[in-house]
Nanobody, 128 residues
Framework: QVQMEESGGGLVQAGGSLRLSCTAP????????MGWFRQAPGKEREAVSC????????YYADSIKGRFTIARDNDKGTLYLQMDSLEHEETAMYYC?????????????????????WGQGTQVNVFS
């Protein structure tokens, strides 16, 4: 598998914004739905958001409550996550992935499915 490359994380005050980016080979963007996942210390990795291959459908975890926006630019080979009104609960390492399973109903990554999986991640720290 070819790993993704995440960037854009950082330290931000609660209520602030960050824009995460993810790059991968164009073949990943052409072939798969894409999603953002996060993992906080002591917790399981969880799905945050996903977007269909064409970009026509998006999905978000219930906890997001309209505060994030996912987008993809297949020509540039870049996936984005605009994060607004950040809360402390968003503190985590954020990863991206490309696969058929990243959108509901599975809303997860299936190991050894042939998709493109985690890069090094980008850390988001939200303080009050």
């Amino acid at each position: 598998q070819v790993q993704m490359e995440e960037s854009g994380g950082g330290l931000v005050q609660a209520g602030g914004s960050l824009r995460l980016s993810c790059t991968a080979p164009k073949s990943a963007f052409d072939a798969y739905a894409m999603g953002w996942f996060r993992q906080a210390p002591g917790k399981e990795r969880e799905a945050v958001s996903c977007i269909s291959r064409s970009g026509g459908s998006t999905y978000y975890a219930d906890s997001i409550k309209g505060r994030f926006t996912i987008a993809r630019d297949n020509d540039k080979g870049t996936l984005y996550l605009q994060m607004d009104s950040l809360e402390h609960e968003e503190t985590a390492m954020y990863y991206c992935a490309a696969d058929f399973s990243v959108c509901p109903p599975r809303f997860r990554v299936v190991p050894n499915s042939g998709g493109f999986y985690w890069g090094q991640g980008t850390q988001v720290n939200v303080f009050s």
